[in-house]
């Protein structure tokens, strides 16, 4: 799999799925997928707490997180905050 910008492709994917790059990594998602579906994927549940989401370059608080629907072709970056140094 090369870089991130190689292996984005288009929006609608096949069999009601969108195309979206989560973390550099092209994800099919299923259509209505939103940004806390994301997030239960990647962290679990209890797993938002420290948690920062970025679609296309701008944060989503996290009170719409259930409100931002993805439609495919986004780049979503979830970051986050680890203690210690």
Given at each position: ?85
């Amino acid at each position: 799999m090369g870089p991130p910008s190689e292996t984005r492709v288009g929006a609608q994917g096949d069999g009601g799925t969108v195309t979206v790059v989560v973390n550099g990594q092209t994800r099919q998602l299923p259509v209505g997928v939103t940004v806390a579906d994301v997030v239960r994927a990647l962290a679990g549940d209890e797993g938002a707490r420290g948690v920062a989401v970025a679609v296309d370059g701008e944060v989503v608080p996290r009170g719409r997180w259930d409100d931002v629907a993805l439609a495919g072709g986004e780049r979503i970056e979830v970051v986050r905050a680890v203690q210690g140094g």
